[in-house]
Structure formats: structure tokens, C-alpha cells
């Protein structure tokens, strides 16, 4: 049991990979409570494959991916609010318009005959082989997210507690959703460079979603999303090790077990307490 743990730390690509999947949970696991909250993941969906684009310039140009997918996201943005208001269309709407021409664009330049080998890492992630950059930018980027987070903790939970009444305690709806939104397209592009487009939303929204089934303080829920997406990190990394799966589908394949394991025990606890409560009821009349 002890060599099942230990071969494969004695591998310098799986430590810098385990170091990864630390930095993705750190930012994904507590953010993601807010994407919860404040219901925008379908918002985490779509930033994470409308950066696609910028992802594949940046691989061209021989450049970090997170150099090309900061512009990516901004570029996304701001043509969802500029679709978005225009008359007729919807932000559903101008979210799904932008999104799919984004990400056919980028498969476009993707499968473009000048398209270095292995392009296609960036649809899944390449969680094994980050690069020295590529760990110190996650490491900045999930550090600036944890610290904003705990800027804005107390405006985050007051608007998400009673959004109609949060003016009159000094916090903002609308500076509470522009900062969820940023700070969700940093988490975005600290997850996208291991997990991929297509992968990433399970890092920010699957830990938090079981986070949520387990506990009833913010706080907790925020420390608890963090630790289960770096379980599921490691063991998704463990399993693609030992069984020879691809290490991004593997961790999300490993969030989503979690996630059903989560529901099944909170579901049965809530069975119980209901056989608790008829019980003592009928304890009670007896």
C-alpha cells in the first residue's frame, strides 16, 4: 500500500501535476460556492469555451495559453453585453450567439494545417506537463483570487443573503455580480490550462455543488469545496497513473462520483432525520 502511494511521487511530472491540481482547487473550490450562490455557471461554462480561440493563438505563437486566454475572456465579455443589448436578443441568447462562433473559431485555427501537434490538449487539458510559467501564473492568479474573495466576503454573502435589501448595508447587487464575474474568468483561466475548455467547469462548479449537500455555513462550504477538489484532483491523478486514462477526464470523472456519493448521503440523512422526527412524534402522542 505504501509503493501505491509513493511510485508515483518519485515522478517529477506527477508532483508538478498534483502542485496543479492545488492551485485549480484553491481558486476553483472556494469560488465556485459563489458561482453557486449566485447562480452563474452557466456563465463558467461558457467563459471557459469562449477563450478557446485565444487558447490556440497563444499555442501558435509559442506563448504561455494564459497569455492568450486573458484577452479571450475580455474579448468574450464584452460581446456578450454589446449582443446583449441589443433589442430582441436575450443575455441567454447573446451568451449561447458568442459562444459557439467563439469556439468554432477557434476550432477553425485549431485544425488549420499550421497547427503544432497536440493542439487539441487544450479541449482537454494537459494537467501532466504544466510548465515553470505556467505554475507561477495559476499560483498569482489563484493567490489574487483568494485574496479578493476575502475582500469581498461579507458584500458576496449580504447580496446573495437578500439582494433586494443589500443597498441599504452598503453592498451592491451589481458590484457583487461584475466581481463574481471576474473573478470567476481568472479561476477560469487558472483551471483551463490543466483541465482544458471542456473540463474546467467541473473543477468550479462539481466540488462546490457537493460542498453544498454537506455543509450549512459559507465558510465551511468554502474550505470543504477546496479539500474535495483536491481529493478528487489527487485521485483522478492516481487513477490516470495506475489505470492509464487521460488525467483530465479522469479528475472529472472522479468530481462527478463524489457529486452523486454527496447526494445519496444527503439524502439518506434526510430520510433518517424524517424517522427520527415521526418517532419522536409518535413517542410523543403515545
Request: with cysteine; glycine share 12%; net charge neutral.
Given at each position: 500500500m505504501?509503493?501505491?502511494v509513493?511510485d508515483?511521487?518519485?515522478q517529477?511530472f506527477?508532483?508538478?501535476a498534483?502542485?496543479?491540481?492545488?492551485?485549480?482547487?484553491?481558486?476553483?473550490?472556494?469560488?465556485?460556492?459563489?458561482?453557486?450562490?449566485?447562480?452563474?455557471?452557466?456563465?463558467?461554462?461558457s467563459?471557459?469555451?469562449?477563450?478557446?480561440?485565444g487558447?490556440?493563438?497563444?499555442?501558435l505563437?509559442?506563448?504561455?495559453?494564459?497569455?492568450?486566454?486573458?484577452?479571450?475572456?475580455v474579448l468574450?465579455?464584452?460581446?456578450?453585453?454589446?449582443?446583449?443589448?441589443?433589442?430582441?436578443?436575450?443575455r441567454?441568447?447573446?451568451?449561447?450567439?458568442?459562444?459557439?462562433?467563439?469556439?468554432?473559431?477557434?476550432?477553425?485555427?485549431?485544425?488549420?494545417?499550421?497547427?503544432?501537434?497536440?493542439?487539441q490538449?487544450?479541449?482537454?487539458?494537459?494537467?501532466?506537463?504544466?510548465?515553470?510559467?505556467?505554475l507561477?501564473?495559476?499560483?498569482?492568479?489563484?493567490?489574487?483570487?483568494?485574496?479578493?474573495?476575502?475582500?469581498?466576503?461579507?458584500?458576496?454573502?449580504?447580496?446573495?443573503f437578500?439582494?433586494?435589501?443589500?443597498?441599504?448595508?452598503?453592498?451592491?447587487?451589481?458590484?457583487?455580480d461584475?466581481?463574481?464575474?471576474?473573478?470567476?474568468?481568472?479561476?477560469?483561466?487558472?483551471?483551463?490550462?490543466g483541465?482544458?475548455?471542456?473540463?474546467?467547469?467541473?473543477?468550479?462548479?462539481?466540488?462546490?455543488?457537493?460542498?453544498?449537500?454537506?455543509?450549512?455555513r459559507?465558510?465551511?462550504?468554502?474550505?470543504?469545496?477546496s479539500?474535495?477538489?483536491?481529493?478528487?484532483?489527487v485521485?483522478?491523478?492516481?487513477?490516470?497513473?495506475?489505470?492509464g486514462?487521460?488525467?483530465?477526464?479522469?479528475?472529472?470523472?472522479?468530481?462527478?462520483?463524489?457529486?452523486?456519493?454527496?447526494?445519496?448521503?444527503?439524502?439518506?440523512?434526510?430520510?433518517?432525520?424524517?424517522?427520527?422526527?415521526?418517532?419522536?412524534?409518535?413517542?410523543?402522542?403515545?
Open positions: 505504501l509503493d501505491f509513493t508515483p511521487l518519485g517529477e506527477i508532483r508538478r498534483l502542485l496543479e491540481v492545488v492551485l485549480i482547487s484553491l481558486a476553483s473550490g472556494a469560488l465556485g460556492c459563489w458561482v453557486v450562490f449566485y447562480g452563474v455557471s452557466y456563465a463558467a461554462e467563459l471557459s469555451h469562449a477563450i478557446f480561440p487558447l490556440v493563438l497563444a499555442a505563437a509559442g506563448v504561455p495559453i494564459l497569455v492568450g486566454g486573458a484577452p479571450g475572456i468574450a465579455a464584452v460581446a456578450i453585453a454589446l449582443i446583449g443589448r441589443t433589442p430582441g436578443i436575450g441567454d441568447t447573446a451568451v449561447a450567439v458568442v459562444v459557439t462562433g467563439l469556439f468554432g473559431l477557434g476550432a477553425l485555427l485549431a485544425l488549420s494545417p499550421s497547427s503544432p501537434p497536440g493542439i490538449g487544450l479541449l482537454f487539458g494537459d494537467i501532466l506537463a504544466p510548465s515553470d510559467s505556467d507561477i501564473l495559476s499560483a498569482v492568479l489563484a493567490a489574487g483570487v483568494l485574496a479578493a474573495l476575502g475582500v469581498l466576503h461579507w458584500r458576496l454573502l449580504t447580496v446573495a437578500d439582494r433586494t435589501t443589500s443597498r441599504s448595508m452598503g453592498a451592491s447587487p451589481t458590484v457583487a461584475v466581481s463574481v464575474l471576474v473573478l470567476l474568468a481568472a479561476a477560469v483561466l487558472v483551471a483551463v490550462q483541465l482544458g475548455t471542456l473540463l474546467a467547469v467541473a473543477a468550479l462548479v462539481g466540488p462546490a455543488a457537493i460542498a453544498r449537500e454537506l455543509t450549512r459559507v465558510g465551511a462550504m468554502m474550505v470543504v469545496a479539500v474535495i477538489g483536491i481529493a478528487a484532483g485521485a483522478g491523478i492516481y487513477l490516470s497513473y495506475y489505470a486514462l487521460a488525467a483530465g477526464a479522469s479528475i472529472a470523472g472522479c468530481i462527478v462520483v463524489a457529486y452523486l456519493a454527496a447526494v445519496g448521503f444527503s439524502a439518506t440523512r434526510s430520510r433518517w432525520g424524517r424517522q427520527a422526527i415521526s418517532t419522536r412524534l409518535a413517542g410523543e402522542a403515545a
